[in-house]
């Protein structure tokens, strides 16, 4: 199992989302524009892909804040990039959550996926299911 990425030259992708985090993390600064991220996004993909990378289902498990999303499968066409992503709202934070699909099953392969989108206090579940990555 690999789970690092390998090159010569960081790839813009790298500084794209380095300085989405940074500004993310800091609420400060200029982040990248909408079309940059998507691109940078399906870039990273296609490199984790051609690399054949895998990581294991425990490294994912937790609670993660999203800061960008891309709801309409957007796609590279001729290395520019198809489809609209967009910033999650500050007043409206939304995670991703990875958690055992059953506390009473051992099976370390089955995980349970909910995202939510907290509006004012109150969190709203917006889908929740079940992930099996080892099934065909």
Known sequence: MTTHLSW?????????LSEAVRTFQTRSGL?????????????AE???KHQRLTYP???LMGDWQLCFTAP???????????????YAPQFAPAQISF??????QA?????????????????ER??????????P
Do not use: W
């Not at 917006?126 to 099934?135: D, H, Q, V």
């Open 31 to 43: 982040r990248p524009d909408q079309a940059s991220m998507v691109k940078a996004l399906l870039e």
């Open 107 to 123: 099976d370390p392969t089955i995980a349970r996926i909910t995202n939510q989108v907290s509006r004012n206090v109150l969190p």
């Open 8 to 16: 010569s030259d960081s790839p813009s992708f790298v500084t794209t």
């Open 57 to 59: 289902l425990a490294a």
């Open 46 to 48: 296609q490199t984790a």
């Open 72 to 86: 309409k499968k957007p796609h590279l066409k001729a290395g520019v990039p198809i489809g609209r992503g967009f």
């Open 99 to 104: 958690f055992p699909a059953d506390a009473a």
């Open 126 to 135: 917006l889908y929740s299911c079940r992930l099996n990555p080892m099934s």
